[in-house]
């Protein structure tokens, strides 16, 4: 827990913006990561110094809504699932937001964007795989380009003129060299965990990657 934390406040320090937490449960992934818990943990040292830093909760894990309440608990700022993994979207999706958590779904590689069409009003962020969920350090399907643009449009089509905001999040596989292609694809946040952790030099890469994307 100790190594969690000074590394999230490394990566915090070299300009990371959001703190993804992926939640694994080997159920829903073949892989088993952590629970609520260490989640508080990991908030109550982030609040000490860096309180508007969120913790961004991504659920690989069914079912989901005794997850959600904890980790809505745990001080998560945004809570994102996989609509496969819940009986009922609407419902785990609305538990989020009660709770006070901004609310997204996550899309694999081979799951349709068509599950937002009745939910869209519900959601703050639009999750892309990029990489079949379960592990790190996989290479990104490039398919998902395609998608990241289908979500773009939906967006714009439906949340345009109005006052609110739906991220289009990208997850798995970004890295120096295709984060631009991300980008101009539509996406505007990006997960990135092998292309950081591992390497010698934190600042050098998110400025790389910020820089790519036109932001400071
Ligand atoms: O949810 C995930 C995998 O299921 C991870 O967030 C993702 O894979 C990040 O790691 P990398 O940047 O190394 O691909
Ligand atoms: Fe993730």
Redesign the pocket.
């Known amino acids: 827990m100790a190594a969690l934390g000074d590394e999230c406040e490394a990566v915090i320090e070299a300009g990371a913006d959001w703190i ?1 937490f ?1 939640v694994m449960d080997n159920h829903y ?1 073949p892989n088993l990561t952590f629970g609520p818990p260490v989640c508080a943990s990991l908030a109550k040292r982030l609040a000490r110094s860096y309180p508007d830093v969120p913790i961004d909760v ?1 659920l ?1 894990c069914e079912p989901v809504d005794d997850l959600i309440r904890g980790f809505a608990d745990a001080g998560a700022a945004s809570i994102t699932f996989h609509p496969e993994a819940t009986r009922h979207v609407d419902r785990s999706l609305a538990l989020a937001r009660d709770l006070g958590c901004k609310t997204g779904l996550v899309f694999n590689p081979a799951t349709s964007l068509e599950w937002l069409k009745y939910v869209l009003d519900k959601i703050d962020i639009i999750q892309i795989m990029s ?1 079949n ?6 290479s990104f399907i490039d398919e998902s380009l395609g998608k990241i643009a289908e979500a773009r449009e939906i967006i714009d089509t439906v949340v345009a003129g109005t006052d609110r905001e739906i991220r289009i999040e990208v ?4 890295k120096i060299d295709n984060i631009a292609q991300i980008a101009d694809a539509g996406a505007d946040t990006f ?5 950081i952790f591992g390497q010698d030099d934190y600042a050098r890469i998110i400025d790389q990657m910020k820089n790519a994307v036109g932001r400071d």
């Open positions: 993804h992926d992934v991504h690989m990489v969920p379960g592990f790190g350090g996989q997850d798995g596989g970004v997960v990135a965990g092998s292309a």
